[in-house]
């Protein structure tokens, strides 16, 4: 992998307070949707059977730099038998009404492995729409984990190939809203050819206003036998006035299959917190090792044991509404 991947930028004097990256991770910045210290659109490609030695964050800021629509592109090429992770974080750095389109192409060759850890994180005016594209070959594996934690709208849409056989994707996210804000998962991934393996499961805990909507589509081709798809969203009502959508969809063409999806809307679990309530928990701490625990099925998916923690610690200042004091304030310190 290109050194230049390897690059700390001038922003302008805004105090960079991310606690997201770990140690002897690289850092690429993607300022206003320009690549910095490297040319755009952002390209990774791996050779064949290359292993990147480091995770590779990828931090993509707006500021009042550029205040209107941008959108900008990614491309990431796995060669045969290559590994890497990628870590992408977004962050708002002023409080401009941002609109954000972001299209993110990945490709992986036969037997290559690749993990992403995608975290949003703006402030309420700003809506971030993301468009991603998988293409996967025979024996290839995929693991993507979307912790959306605040923004006004959040708009992923994932479309996902499995052209060759063995290939496994699993596909995980978690979603948090309060106040008026809408977040969208929309997936639609193809079976292709037989034997391929597929997981899906998105969670989301809605507060106040919060608006959430999931679409799951799992398409088998007709001769994609031995097909094995499993898709499940689960959301958490905290208010009243919160609302999920949920529409899971199987489209089978072929016979010799197993799939299944499903999906649920709830409240917090009454006997679970007066029991926690009997052994002297107060009732908002109770409410918050619910969700907490609702939670961690998603988390548990991130392979890398310190980003876990470190994703775990933010989504319990999310839920504790520790962001709730910096509704005045763009940067969201994560």
Same mark, same amino acid.
């Given at each position: 992998?290109? /050194?230049?991947?390897? *690059?700390?930028?001038?922003?302008?004097?805004?105090?960079?307070?991310?606690?997201?990256?770990?140690?002897?991770?690289?850092?690429?910045?993607?300022?206003?949707?320009?690549?910095?210290?490297?040319?755009?659109?952002?390209?990774?490609?791996?050779?064949?059977? =290359?292993?990147?030695?480091?995770?590779?964050?990828?931090?993509?800021?707006?500021?009042?730099? !550029?205040?209107?629509?941008?959108?900008?592109?990614?491309?990431?090429?796995?060669?045969?038998?290559?590994?890497?992770?990628?870590?992408?974080?977004? @962050?708002?750095?002023?409080?401009?009404?941002?609109?954000?389109? =972001?299209?993110?192409?990945?490709?992986?060759?036969?037997?290559?492995?690749?993990?992403?850890?995608?975290?949003?994180?703006?402030?309420?005016?700003?809506?971030? *729409?993301?468009?991603?594209? +998988?293409?996967?070959? =025979?024996?290839?594996? %995929?693991?993507?984990?979307?912790?959306?934690? @605040?923004?006004?709208?959040?708009?992923? &849409?994932?479309? +996902?190939?499995?052209?060759?056989?063995?290939?496994?994707?699993?596909?995980?996210?978690?979603?948090?809203?309060?106040? $008026?804000?809408?977040?969208?998962?929309?997936?639609?991934?193809? !079976? #292709?050819?037989?034997?391929? @393996?597929?997981?899906?499961?998105? $969670?989301?805990?809605?507060?106040? /206003?919060?608006?959430?909507?999931?679409?799951?589509?799992?398409?088998?081709?007709?001769?994609?036998?031995?097909?094995?798809?499993?898709?499940?969203? !689960?959301?958490?009502?905290?208010?009243?006035?919160? &609302?999920?959508?949920?529409?899971?969809?199987?489209?089978?063409?072929?016979?010799?299959?197993?799939?299944?999806?499903?999906?649920?809307?709830?409240?917090?679990? =009454?006997?679970?917190?007066?029991?926690?309530?009997?052994?002297?928990?107060? +009732?908002?701490?109770?409410?918050? %090792?619910?969700?907490?625990?609702?939670?961690?099925?998603?988390?548990? @998916?991130?392979?890398? /044991?310190? #980003?876990?923690?470190?994703?775990?610690?933010?989504?319990?200042?999310?839920?504790?509404?520790?962001?709730?004091?910096?509704?005045?304030?763009?940067?969201?310190?994560?």
């Amino acid at each position: 992998m290109k /050194e230049n991947f390897i *690059y700390v930028p001038d922003l302008g004097g805004h105090d960079f307070r991310c606690k997201v990256p770990l140690k002897n991770t690289r850092q690429q910045f993607i300022v206003n949707g320009r690549v910095q210290g490297g040319e755009s659109p952002f390209t990774l490609s791996l050779k064949e059977n =290359e292993v990147m030695d480091q995770m590779l964050q990828i931090i993509g800021v707006r500021n009042e730099e !550029h205040k209107g629509p941008l959108s900008f592109s990614e491309r990431f090429h796995f060669g045969a038998n290559s590994k890497g992770t990628i870590i992408e974080c977004s @962050h708002t750095f002023s409080l401009d009404e941002f609109k954000t389109e =972001e299209t993110m192409d990945i490709v992986l060759e036969a037997g290559a492995s690749a993990e992403f850890f995608i975290m949003q994180n703006e402030h309420n005016k700003a809506e971030h *729409y993301l468009n991603c594209n +998988v293409e996967m070959a =025979e024996g290839a594996s %995929l693991r993507m984990v979307f912790i959306s934690l @605040h923004g006004g709208v959040i708009d992923n &849409k994932l479309n +996902v190939n499995l052209n060759g056989r063995h290939a496994e994707c699993d596909l995980s996210g978690l979603y948090l809203t309060d106040s $008026k804000q809408l977040m969208s998962n929309s997936i639609v991934l193809k !079976h #292709l050819v037989p034997d391929c @393996h597929s997981t899906q499961l998105f $969670k989301g805990i809605l507060d106040d /206003e919060g608006v959430t909507k999931f679409y799951g589509g799992i398409v088998v081709a007709q001769d994609a036998q031995h097909t094995e798809a499993f898709q499940a969203n !689960h959301n958490l009502l905290i208010s009243d006035s919160a &609302k999920a959508f949920s529409q899971p969809q199987l489209e089978i063409y072929a016979d010799d299959v197993k799939c299944s999806h499903g999906a649920t809307v709830g409240r917090l679990n =009454e006997d679970e917190l007066f029991y926690m309530r009997t052994r002297g928990i107060p +009732v908002e701490e109770a409410k918050l %090792l619910q969700q907490m625990a609702f939670a961690y099925e998603v988390l548990s @998916h991130i392979t890398n /044991e310190e #980003l876990r923690e470190r994703m775990q610690s933010l989504v319990e200042k999310r839920l504790r509404g520790e962001f709730a004091h910096c509704k005045n304030c763009s940067k969201n310190c994560c």
